[in-house]
Structure formats: structure tokens, C-alpha cells
């Protein structure tokens, strides 16, 4: 695929983008930014210490760092590392001067840096910025020794591992460095690298990790002092904190258990006596450094705290023994209960452990909050997008009942002779952390306003601003001042039921009778674009054989994707998340899309039962044809039929399905913003496609299917279907409308036949694909 450059992906959505940058360190850390950066259209020069030998081995260590990015996928699209130049710290340092952002990410050693700063002084360009990726080093201390120049070029940007897929960046300014620079790197990361920049003071571990670490702590400490076994652990505070499925323990396992003693360690060290982590040393536990000890330090050994999925380590018998047990179940009365509340409420030992862990880290929040933080929305915006909770500890005590919370504080803290925190006081007596949908309580106490992020626009509020032009109970229309439509279902999942599909037809005649001048498809759903028609009538229509009623549905989906096609206004696609089924088909229908850059697009049909009945197969040849993609036919066929999502916009367009106005961008945030941007560009002087034939294949395209003895009956009926959909004699090829009717009369008898409906119907059940 052609490479874009950051001038040609990002003045979209950011003045005065990055176009060169250097990153020194090519570690996991450093080699993850690199590819973030290399993926974002920004030419990177990636340094590391020199290897062993001469010539190109002395730069084989930051060579490793962009084989590693390709294997973990650390890319956009594998590409994208040819934007990167490796080198090293002894023979490369000078073309650092080339450079406007300088990314520092050696390991967490000060006096490694400060000589790494030294020798920079002299080769960091006037107007560059210089940043460290430290976790834990105090800016003063980073910056003590520099000279007053490079002291006025230099912040701190902490990304979250690995830089691709963890959004938070936590931004310490400098008072010596122009509020406009500052201001400058932050746009860069929102709006360039798509990351949520987070200003933080310069305090020990910053946010998310000051608050974190401390609940890891709590957890890990409060478990092993109760005999609470790591698998229920790990349960409860997936159920009351709304964390990934690792829990705490499986966290410690998945950052690498090595990194106890150094880390929470320095917390120790750095925090104040009555800090609560003085409560809660994990980083001399038995536990920890005796797995430390016999190499069992998570995923960067041979396993930790657990081991596989089946077993975990006997805490039981630690110290004296460090053996694996298979994992318990969980029958503790606390985890059924219905709601987190009534989980904390349950007098169990799952239930006393949530209350103690809960208690103590919304006390934590809020006596830390006034010093590291301006607003309580600090952190939780921290704890959602570095360790990736579905809602912040601070959003969670509002929906559990401030007034309750503050209780089971006051009572798990009367038994150390501690007071509620002044800011939970405040909380309380102002109805909440987040009093409204648009204020939030400052570390300070008062009410503020939830500001605004910049270039972010959501329909709902579209919806808000400017009222509903069509509507009915799963869609409705917004009619911007410039005249454009933004359609959107209000459907789970963005999905395509009739009521959907109807307002677009009403959204189409708006538009054929002047009433739209462009046309925007989004979703009320950021995860999701259009996960597919809904799939519940057409299990029904098949084991029912209600042949009627499924042709009519098809017909109805396909008439109107067709008139969608050619209608007299442009149709742009917001696409964010999924788009997958008839969201990749209705995708193919339109004048362009703005994707973001990790949508998930494709037909998974085959694993429901039938193949892309909105002429996915037809519109797919179509494009690959226009694109001049070599084997277009067996390539359309290949997509359609495999049931493989293709995951990255990148990846997508390469397969020369994308249209000349596409864009792609970082932010999820800005992708429906950008959508109804080029809609009003491309609505100026705007011509409806006029229908062009579709040369099909002369052979069939199913070969590797019927020959396969390990496809089923059920897959090679589909497969067959979609090669004779895109098969053909004539060389003049076959028309949209011939392609149409030939889609309908393929696709109804096929999901009638009962074991295509029995896999319909399985995934309506159950979610799973059959593979009958």
C-alpha cells in the first residue's frame, strides 16, 4: 500500500503535525512509540545502544525494537514500518537535529538519563521539544542538571504499554517550557497519535499509577492477609471496580512480577509516612519476591501468580512451599448477588474483602485527589484509559450511592483512627463526585464544569443542539444548519432492523426532495458502526421457511443500499468499531468513509449461515475492479466468503476496497466530526455515480471449498453460492440491478435450508458460532 505522510492523514484534525520525530530506547516501551508514531504517518529515527560488530549490527538492538512491533502488531498496518530509520546512541545522535519531538525512553535510571541529556544538549534542534517516557522520576530531578535551554524544551509524556492500544498519556508541563509548546505536544497526541493526554503535577507515579498501584496493593495485601484465594480476588474486583478480566492478581502476573520490589518500592520511598501505601507493602511480600526468586514472574516467565488458566499458586502454603493448585470455584454467596452493592453488602469473606478494598481505595482517591490532581474527573479519566476500568473509582461511588459509600468509608476507616476525607465530605454535600451530566467536583471542593475536548462531536450531541428531523423507535436523523443529515440508529450494536432500514429510505427522499444537501451514516454506539442486519429475523425467517418474509427482508435492505448508492447528495460513513455484515455492505455503498484507524470491518456471514446478502460480494468486485486489484473476482470471493474480520482501517483499504476521498484518522472522538466535514466538501458540485457493469469471473471461484475435506456441507454451500453469484459468461459483464436479482434468488434458499438456519439461529441464542 502507498504510505500517507502526516501532512497527507492529520492536518485533518491538528495544525503544525509531527513530520519528523526521534525515539531513543527501543525497548518495549520505546519500540511501541516508535510504531505509534511510524503509524500515524511520522518519519521516526529509533535509536538503542550499539550492537556487537560493525555496520548495520550496531544498530541491530533498535532493530529488534521494530521486529518486536511487527510481531506483537504494534503497527497500523506492517507498512507503516518502513517509516522508521534504526540506528544508535554512538553513531546517530546528531540527526537528532532533524527532529521536532525527541521521545526518551531508556530505562528508569536517573543518572542513565541525565547523561543521555548531556550528550543531547548539544544536537536538539531550537523550537524541538525533548520528553521522557518516565514512569516514576520526578521532573525536577530529570531536569536538575540541564542547561536553560534544554530545561525550556523539556516535559514529561508517560505512555501506557503497549503504546497502540493504551489510550492515556499523562502530560507533567514544565514552568520553564511556553505554555504554547505545551499546548502544542498535547495537541499532537490527541489529535495526531489519538491518545487521551492527561495533565498531571509532578508528584510520585503522577495519576494513574499514584491510584493504581495503590489499589493493586490493596487488593494483593487485604487477599493474602485474609485468605482470600487469588481467583476470588481477581473476581471481585472485576465485579466491583468494572476492571479487565486479570483482576489484581492477574495484572501483577501480566505487567511482569519482577517489577514489584523496584516500583512499589519507590512508592514507599517516595510517599509521605501516612501515605496509605506505608498500610500495604507488597513489594517485600513472601509472595512476590519468592515467585521473583524461582523465575516465576508472570508473562515475562514460565508463568506467576497463575499458571495457564487452570491452576494458581497455593498461597495457602506460601512461604514454605511454593506449589500450583487447580483454581477453585467461586461459591461464595457474594457473587451472586445482583448488584456491587449488594455484593459489599453480602457478610461472606468475598463480600467483607470488596467492602475493605472498595473503602480504602475511594479513601485513597479522595485524600491523594487535592494533590495530584485539579479535578476528581483526573482520576478517573486516568484509571479508564491506563488501566482500561469500564468507569472511574469515583464515577463508581456516584452510581453506588454517595451517601452509601461514604458510610462504608467511615466505618472502614474508624478502625484505624482515620477521618472521611474532606473531598468525600464535599462529594456528599454537593449530591456527587460529578453533581451533573456537565459539572464534576474539583480536588478543591467546589462545583466546576466538565470542559469541552476539542474536536470531539458525538450524535447525541448532535441530537441536543439541534433536534430531530426524522425519527422513529431505532433510528433518526439530525439536520445540521449546513444542511447535512446525520442518520443514526439507536439500535444495539448499530445493527439494521427494518425500522432502521426504513428511516434511510426516509432520509434518501429527504435528500432527492432538496431537503438534505449531503448525507452523514453514523451510530449512537462509539464501539460500533453497524454490526449487521439484525440477525434475529432472518433465524426466524429461516427455521420457520418463511421464504417471504426473508426475501422481502433482503429486498428491502438491498433496494435501499441501492438508492442509497446513487442518490443525489454525497453519503459519507462515520465508521467507529465494528462494521461488520450488512455495516461492512452499507459501508460499500457510500461516497467515502472517515474511518478510525481501529475499526474492525467484514462479512462474518458464513459463521451465521449465509453469505453478504446486500450485495457485499457484488459491491466488493465493484471497487476491487475501479482499484485495478490484479484477481479481483477470487479476491472479492475470498473476502466475502471467509469469515475473517479484517482489523484496521489500514488493512481494509489495502485490499483496494476504499475510495479516493477516505480518511483515517487516530482519534475515535474526531471520526464523526471529520465525516461531516468532507460530506460538505464533497456535496459542493456533487454528481451521482452513474452504475457501471460488473465484469465477473468465467470459472468458478469455490475450488479450494469443494475440494477441502475439512469444510462442511454448510460451507461449501455458501461458498458455492457467492461463486456463482460472481460468475458470468458474457465479457461485457452483468449490471448492478441482473447482480441483484441473482443475489436474492442465491441467498433465500440457502438460509432456508435448515442446517444454515440451524447456525442463524445458534448465534442468535447463544452468540457463538455453530460449526455444524
Known sequence: MSIPTAAQLHTLTIDKPVMQATVIGAGSMGSGIAALLASNGVKVLLLDV??????????????????????????????????????????????????????????????????????????????????????TIPLAQLTEDMGPQLAGQFVITHFFNPPRVMNLVEVVPNDKVAPE??????????????????????????????????????????????????????????????TPRTGAFGLFDYIGLQLVPDVWGSFIEKVPE????????????????????????????????????????????????????????LDDPALSASTPVELMETDSPAGQYARAIFAETIAYCAATGPEITDTVEGIDAAMRHGYSWR?????????????????????????????????????????????????????????????????????????????????N??????????GVGVWATSTKKGSLSSEAIALLCEAIDAAVAGELTALVLASNDPTAFCAGADLSTLAHAGTSG???????????????????RIAPVPVVAAVQGYAVGGGAEMLLHTDAAVFHQDAIIGFPERNVGLFPGWNGAVRTLQRMQAAGVDDAAQKAFDLNVSAKLVRGAYPWLGQ????????VVAQGGHVLAQAIELSEELSRNYAPPVEQRIVLSPTP????????????????????????????????????????????????????HPDNAARAQHMVDTGKPLKN
Request: aromatic share 6%.
Open 181 to 242: 509548546k505545551v499546548q502544542w505536544i498535547w495537541n499532537v497526541l490527541e489529535g495526531q497519535l489519538g491518545k487521551v493526554p492527561l495533565m498531571c503535577r509532578d508528584t510520585p507515579g503522577f495519576i494513574a499509577n499514584r491510584i493504581g498501584n495503590l489499589w493493586m496493593a490493596v487488593a494483593a495485601k487485604v487477599a493474602l492477609d485474609n485468605n482470600i484465594a487469588p481467583e476470588l480476588a481477581d473476581a471481585v474486583n472485576q465485579k466491583i471496580f468494572q
Open 274 to 329: 501516612h501515605d496509605a501505601y506505608h498500610r500495604y507493602p507488597v513489594h517485600n511480600h513472601t509472595l512476590f519476591t519468592g515467585l521473583i526468586e524461582r523465575g516465576l514472574t508472570g508473562r515475562t516467565g514460565e508463568s506467576g501468580v497463575f499458571r495457564g488458566r487452570e491452576e494458581v499458586i497455593d498461597v495457602a502454603a506460601v512461604p514454605a512451599e511454593f506449589n500450583y493448585r487447580q483454581r477453585q470455584a
Open 546 to 564: 418463511d421464504a417471504e418474509c426473508l426475501e422481502k427482508f433482503l429486498r428491502l435492505g438491498l433496494d435501499t443500499l441501492t438508492t442509497l
Open 656 to 663: 483496494g476496497v476504499g475510495t479516493q476521498h477516505d480518511r
Open 50 to 135: 550499539p550492537g556487537e560488530g560493525s555496520g548495520s549490527d550496531r544498530n541491530a538492538p533498535a532493530q529488534r525494537g521494530v521486529d518486536i512491533q511487527l510481531k506483537r502488531k504494534g503497527f497500523t498496518h506492517p507498512d507503516f514500518a518502513d517509516n522508521i530509520t534504526v540506528g544508535n546512541t554512538e553513531d546517530d545522535l546528531a540527526k537528532v537535529a532533524d527532529s521536532q519531538w525527541i521521545v526518551e525512553a531508556v530505562f528508569e535510571n536517573l543518572e542513565v538519563k541525565k547523561k543521555l541529556y548531556a550528550q543531547l544538549e548539544k544536537h536538539v534542534a531550537e523550537g524541538a521539544l525533548l520528553t521522557s517516557n518516565t514512569s
Open 701 to 752: 471461484l469455490d475450488g479450494d471449498w469443494a475440494d477441502n475435506p475439512q469444510a462442511s456441507d454448510v460451507d461449501k454451500r455458501i461458498a458455492h453460492a457467492v461463486s456463482e453469484l460472481l460468475t458470468g459468461e458474457n465479457p461485457q459483464g452483468a449490471t448492478v440491478a441482473e447482480l441483484t436479482e441473482k443475489d436474492i434468488v442465491l441467498c433465500v434458499p440457502l438460509l432456508l
Open 391 to 471: 468507569r472511574g473509582p469515583l464515577q463508581l461511588a456516584d452510581a453506588y450511592g454517595i451517601g452509601w459509600v461514604r458510610d462504608i468509608v467511615a466505618q472502614h476507616l474508624q478502625t484505624t483512627g482515620r477521618e472521611v476525607p474532606q473531598l468525600l465530605e464535599a462529594a456528599v454535600k454537593a449530591g456527587g463526585f460529578y453533581p451533573s451530566d456537565t459539572t464534576v467536583l474539583a480536588t478543591t471542593g467546589e462545583v466546576v464544569g466538565l470542559p469541552d475536548v476539542a474536536g470531539v462531536v458525538t450524535v447525541g450531541d448532535l441530537r441536543e443542539q439541534h433536534g430531530t428531523f426524522l425519527a
Open 473 to 482: 423507535d431505532k433510528a433518526f436523523v439530525v439536520r445540521l444548519p449546513s
